[in-house]
């Protein structure tokens, strides 16, 4: 089943451009997978009380254009099958008549709250609705692989704040691609202009902790890596 959900796009979520954030247009995708997993019983709250949830572990989004404030777009998401550790999901964001502002892929794996062991995912999506559709060519997501860096690419560090916090008590991930496209918007990246973004989560930051950004631009794409004190917390690929 193919969940949608058709919004106006708000004016509070936009840059001051009245042009839709990177990281909010993350945030909706999010926002809309929560309502699908709702509907079909798999959702934060059923899974809380089992001591499971999800988390997002790769993604990738292309980006076409960022919609207008206010522009009416339509949110789309539906599960696209598993591997027994990574449930597959995708996405696509369209405006008037069907232009397609923004599509995405992402693997979410399912966790032990307790532990933070992933687990298998066997019965809880057993019988789940599957659409064999791919909203991007990209069927496999591959892990981010890095340039070297040391110190002197650092580029920025955050301490994470009560804010960037989401109901599974640490840092959203889209609060990252918050931080990718501040550092990457004072090197004059043109976010007007389509790109790819490719993410890969390693180590959840919680309250408190020290969040370090490295940037480095390369002649294929621009690479960020952000760490926490466990180590990566996150590798990004942005390419244009």
């Known amino acids: 089943m193919v969940y949608r959900q058709e919004i106006d796009t708000p004016s509070y979520l936009c840059d001051t451009n009245d042009r839709l954030h990177i990281w909010a247009a993350v945030r ?27 988390v997002i572990s790769r993604a990738l989004y292309n980006f076409y ?93 955050r301490t994470a704040v009560y804010s960037m916090l989401d109901h599974t008590q640490h840092v ?21 202009k389509p790109f790819t973004l490719e993410l890969n989560y390693n180590h959840e930051t919680k309250l408190g902790e020290t969040l370090s950004v490295s940037l480095k631009q390369m002649p294929d794409a621009a690479y960020v890596q952000i760490r926490n004190p466990r180590g990566l917390s996150v590798s990004a690929r942005v390419s244009q």
């Open 28 to 54: 909706l995708c999010q926002e809309v997978t929560e309502y699908h997993g709702n509907s079909t019983g798999i959702g934060f709250k059923t899974l809380l009380a089992q001591n499971r949830a999800w």
């Open 172 to 192: 959203n991930n889209s609060e990252y691609i918050r931080l990718i496209f501040d550092c990457l918007d004072e090197c004059g990246f043109d976010t007007d």
């Open 65 to 157: 254009r960022r919609p207008d404030a206010f522009e009416r777009i339509m949110l789309s998401t539906w599960a696209r099958g598993n591997d027994g550790l990574f449930a597959f999901r995708d996405y696509k964001v369209t405006g008037k008549e069907g232009e397609v502002l923004l599509t995405g892929t992402s693997y979410w794996p399912l966790i032990d709250i307790n532990t933070r062991r992933v687990l298998r995912l066997g019965d809880v999506i057993d019988g789940y609705d599957i659409e064999d559709m791919e909203a991007t060519d990209h069927k496999k997501l591959d892990k981010v692989s890095l340039p070297q860096m040391d110190d002197s690419d650092i580029v920025m560090q």
